[in-house]
């Protein structure tokens, strides 16, 4: 199962516009580098794959939570950091409703029996 960000909402394709920016080592280590064929060999045979819609919601503390919990957030004394969060709190600023953001996922379930 795989939990990627929905790059079909605005928001989410300036907040990966950011990470790609400043986040440390975001474009090598991100899982949005797979593909179906990836995932696939570690199946033996026929896999299926079924695809729904997920979100969380947050404040902007939460926001910030979620981007901790990334191994590819900057450390905090970092400069990258203090840019990453100053741009995200204008990134939220313009995306937020009643001080909290809609954060899309695309979740892909993979099915099949492993190798």
């Known amino acids: 199962m795989w939990n990627s960000r929905d790059l079909d909402d605005p928001f989410q394709r300036e907040y990966e516009a950011l990470l790609n920016e400043l986040a440390t080592d975001y474009s090598q280590i991100s899982h949005m580098n797979l593909d179906f064929d990836d995932i696939a060999g570690f199946f033996d045979g026929k896999v ?45 600023e313009r995306y937020q409703e009643k001080s909290f953001l809609t954060f899309r996922y695309i979740t892909d379930v993979y099915l099949g029996h492993l190798l």
Do not use: I, N, W
Not at 74 to 85: N, S
């Open 48 to 92: 299926k794959q079924q695809t729904f819609e997920h979100q969380q919601r947050f404040d902007f503390d939460g926001l910030l939570g979620r981007l901790h919990s990334s191994s590819y957030c900057p450390d905090r004394d970092t400069p990258e950091y203090a840019k990453l969060v100053s741009a995200m709190e204008t990134l939220f």
